[in-house]
């Protein structure tokens, strides 16, 4: 659409901040049952579920990064053990006009915010097919991540003696 002085709309946007997902895709996953059939009975109490979450970035040009979210985890320990399972998801996101102080926030948390419901949904569905009720992963903080993440690097860059 043009307005009164010939300008088109698309230029007025050029140079708008755009943050682009390419792709998304399952960089690496494993479901271990390791005690079927025996653990298929049913629980008397519930099992203890473990979790661990991580996030990494990599660039791969100027404007795209590839983001990964890894989720590991399981239900039971030892001998008792029901499951184990590990997903890496992966997106491509593209960064457009997007100040530099501003892109690693937007990389380390939006992304894997974004992320995060595709391997939430294959974690419950690979729990389900070892015969146990889907597990769905409570929603992540990645804000809260992120700041955790920062705030350990600064104190392992602290000069010695200093706490």
Known sequence: MADQNGNSAPAATANAARFSVLTQFTKDFSFENPNAPRTLAPQTQAPRI??????????????????????????????????????????IFRLENIPSDQMQPLIMIEGPRILFPFARQIVAEAVRGGGYPPLYVD?????????????????????????
């Open 139 to 163: 929603p992540i903080d990645f804000q809260a991540l992120y700041m955790q993440r920062i705030a350990a690097a600064q104190a392992n860059q602290a000069p010695a003696g200093h706490a």
């Open 50 to 91: 473990n979790l661990q979450v991580n996030v990494n970035a990599r660039q791969l040009s100027p404007t795209d990064f590839e983001v990964s979210l890894l989720l590991e985890g399981g239900a039971g320990e030892g001998p008792d053990a029901l499951f184990k399972f590990e997903v890496n998801y992966a997106g």
